[in-house]
């Protein structure tokens, strides 16, 4: 008798032989295409997409604008290096996001590849902008797999057997309440944790010595811990008394996903340096670093660049996305989302003690899993086994946090009502059946 595999399956049979095991996979989905929040993969299932290709798809999968602009740009110009001929797109998109996020009164833009570059040239520049060496970073953060990012980065399991890694890099922990707050009211906690940053310029490094602080005000990987308002005006302060820069990633928040433009909006702080990708393309690979024209205009000309930053077509696409997302209101989209979310896991927290916590910051939401109760005991085992059979009923999800025990929600803003409600009642009904409830 003759067995016959899925397609889904044979692709991962044909992945294995091909591709590096260090190219984790944290869902066991195909794709091959998609529009809005659907996916359809390689056997020809509908699936919901609650994971947007890790943050990507704010605006949807394939909204037509940005698939017109990509095709009609493509058949124009694909490439040139931008140091050896100016494109007028890098500039048209640079007008876009000085537009949307000015950074003081004077904003420059700078256009990468990718996230990961976008924080290894904002190091560099502020490095150069202020003569010094010292980056602060947090526990918890996630800035990418590259050198620098990598040393950013806090989880080991990005980093393992990768070093040695970048110096002069200091790390401090992020305030996260839920863990490590027992017995405090989270304004003591905070208060506490805001000592410790003041304390840590005695026992660690002068401020003198220090460059910039490279902090995400929702921590992506490291399971959607928001930062509090005081510790951020803290950070602002600091940097501003001793001339320090202060530098937000705004990655995987950006561009709707907190329901505004940035997540420092809802602080009222601007930064120095911000750093962007994910959503920004529409699906294409670009990023960007923005920021005050002083801070920007300290890189050594020769010290920033490379081939592809600011490819015509992905220019094209992020100007075109950025566009669609102000015609449909993308930010009040990610307010809508994000409430819908919010009401949904705080009321499957008071039906599944395994829900230890509900947080984050506009569409930008996550639950963490935990055993007996117990913020000290993560439950990554049955995140695992949620992700895998929410799968099977059509939904992809996926993890985040230092210990994987965070369900995070990235779905498309674009979502439909119905769609939303369709993915978390296969997300709330497969969390309850394998907790036995």
């Known amino acids: 008798m003759t067995t016959t595999i899925s397609k889904s399956k044979s692709l991962y049979e044909r992945r294995k032989k091909l591709v590096p095991d260090a190219l984790g996979i944290f869902n066991p989905s195909t794709a091959v295409r998609a529009k809005g929040a659907r996916i359809w993969d390689a056997d020809g299932r509908e699936l919901i997409d609650f994971a947007g290709g890790i943050g990507v798809m704010n605006a ?8 017109k602009a990509v095709q009609q740009q493509a058949a124009k110009l694909m490439h040139s290096c931008f140091n050896v001929s100016l494109t007028e797109t890098y500039l048209d998109l640079a007008e876009k996001l000085v537009e949307l996020l000015p950074h003081g009164d004077f904003t420059k833009v700078l256009l990468t590849n990718s996230g990961a570059e976008a924080v290894e040239n904002a ?9 010094r060496q010292g980056i602060l970073c947090f526990t918890g953060a996630f800035h990418g797999r590259t050198m620098m990012a990598m040393t950013l980065t806090a989880k080991t399991k990005n980093k393992t057997s990768c070093g040695p890694f970048a110096p002069e890099v200091y790390r401090l922990e992020y305030p996260y309440y839920y863990r490590y707050g027992a017995g405090l009211s989270e304004e003591k906690y905070v ?3 805001i000592q410790r940053l003041h304390d840590f310029f005695h026992y660690h490094a002068a401020p003198s ?25 803290a950070l602002r302060d600091i940097c501003d008394q001793h001339g320090m820069l202060l530098i937000i990633d705004e990655v995987q928040s950006g561009f709707g996903r907190t329901g505004a433009w940035a997540a420092f909006h809802h602080y009222g702080i601007t930064p120095d340096i911000s750093t962007w990708a994910k959503s920004m393309g529409g699906g294409m690979p670009i990023g960007a670093v923005i920021g005050k024209a002083a801070v920007m205009d300290a890189a050594i000309a020769g010290t920033i660049g490379g081939t592809y930053p600011g490819n015509p077509v992905c220019c094209a696409a992020a100007l075109a996305t950025i566009r669609y997302m102000e015609t449909i ?7 809508k989302v994000g409430n819908m979310v919010r009401r949904r896991f705080e009321a499957m927290k008071k039906k599944c003690p395994a829900i230890g916590n ?7 939401l996550a639950f963490e899993l935990v055993k007996n109760g117990d913020p000290r005991q993560p439950d990554a085992e049955l995140a695992n086994r949620l992700i895998a059979a929410c799968e099977e009923k059509g939904l992809i999800i996926i993890s985040a946090g230092t210990f994987g025990n965070c369900i995070r929600v990235l779905s498309p803003l674009v979502i439909e009502e119905k769609l939303l409600r369709k993915g978390l009642d296969i997300l709330e009904e497969t969390l309850l059946e394998l907790c036995e409830l």
Not at 123 to 131: E, Q
Not at 215 to 228: N, W
Not at 329 to 335: H, L, P, R, S, V
């Open 60 to 67: 949807g999968h394939c909204p037509a604008p940005v698939v």
């Open 123 to 131: 190091i560099k520049i502020a490095r150069m902008a202020t003569g």
């Open 191 to 193: 208060a506490g944790q």
């Open 209 to 233: 010595q220090m460059a910039a602080v490279i902090v995400e005000l929702v921590q992506g990987e490291g399971g959607f811990t928001v930062m509090p308002p005081a510790y951020l005006q």
């Open 329 to 335: 209101d993308i930010n009040a989209k990610g307010k």
């Open 358 to 364: 509900v947080r984050g910051l506009g569409a930008m």
